[in-house]
């Protein structure tokens, strides 16, 4: 699943492609739960001949800034992810969502598993600060006023937004914490290390592009359908059974919040 620095890259490439400040001329959609509730036509309705002005991102929401009082908010999910073409619109085989911008840009919303969705709003709702964009003492401050499994903490996108499965565990070991923990039982000092550990993980990610675990076709790809260059730097997570790039140890799995977890039992306390 798409996380905070898969969404930032295609974010910035977005941005870069020069989405910003064009029309939308038409909207084409073909998996009509992708803007559930509101039926395609609705949808339709309500987005076309708006311009986007500005992309932002909190989270691992994407934010379409448009020229009314709702924007365009969309969640990647799992397998969703964006392309470009110029010219005639033609349809890919995963489109679920294409608009048509003025100048004779397609912005193709592609979902193979289908669970993507679009909402029209003035913000995400239910989501808490932003991970990238939280001061580090703030967030380690934060870490101290929850009384919760430290892992379960971290994928709650209520009590900060954008940290997924991959860069949980990532942060965890770079600290040296047991995802098991209570945050109850976190010094200051180790919820000062996380929290660094976090900032830094994050930024290191969004530079290197992100992440992809494998070839397959639900896999996150980048805008030109790239691999994210962060799997190099992967430590723990999907490595259960192998040695601990620390101490040697088989790194161990286990469940928490529904999520498989990959931790150091030697290195981890």
């Not at 890259?9 to 001329?25: C, D, S, V």
């Not at 001949?49 to 365009?72: C, M, P, Q, S, V």
Request: proline fraction near 6%; include cysteine; charge should be positive.
């Amino acid at each position: 699943m798409p996380e905070l620095p898969e969404v930032e890259t295609i974010r910035r490439q977005l941005r870069a492609a020069g989405i910003e400040g064009r029309r939308i001329e038409r909207v084409r959609i073909d998996w009509p739960r992708t803007v559930d509730p509101l039926t395609p036509a609705a949808f339709a309705r309500r987005v076309k001949g708006r311009t986007l002005l500005r992309l932002r991102r909190h989270g691992k929401w994407l934010i379409f800034e448009l020229d009314a009082e709702n924007h365009l908010l969309i969640h990647l999910r799992m397998t969703g992810g964006f392309g470009l073409t110029r010219g005639r619109l033609r349809r890919g085989p995963h489109d679920r969502v294409i608009l048509r911008l003025a100048g004779g840009l397609n912005l193709h919303y592609r979902d193979p598993r289908k669970f993507g969705r679009w909402r029209l709003g003035p913000a995400p709702a239910g989501v808490g600060p932003d991970a990238l964009r939280m001061r580090t003492a703030t967030l380690a401050r934060a870490l101290g006023t929850r009384r919760r499994m430290v892992k379960a903490l971290l994928l709650d996108q209520s009590f900060v937004a954008g940290i997924g499965n991959i860069y949980a565990d990532e942060s965890l070991f770079a600290a040296g914490i047991d995802p098991r923990r209570n945050t109850a039982t976190l010094t200051a000092s180790e919820r000062a290390v996380l929290a660094e550990a976090i900032k830094r993980i994050l930024r290191a990610a969004v530079r290197n592009q992100g992440t992809s675990l494998g070839t397959g076709r639900g896999n996150y790809r980048d805008l030109n359908g790239n691999s994210g260059g962060h799997r190099e730097r992967v430590q723990v997570y999907g490595r259960a059974g192998q040695p601990c790039p620390c101490c040697g140890s088989p790194l161990q799995p286990t469940r928490i919040a529904q999520r498989t977890t990959v931790f150091c039992a030697r290195c981890q306390h």
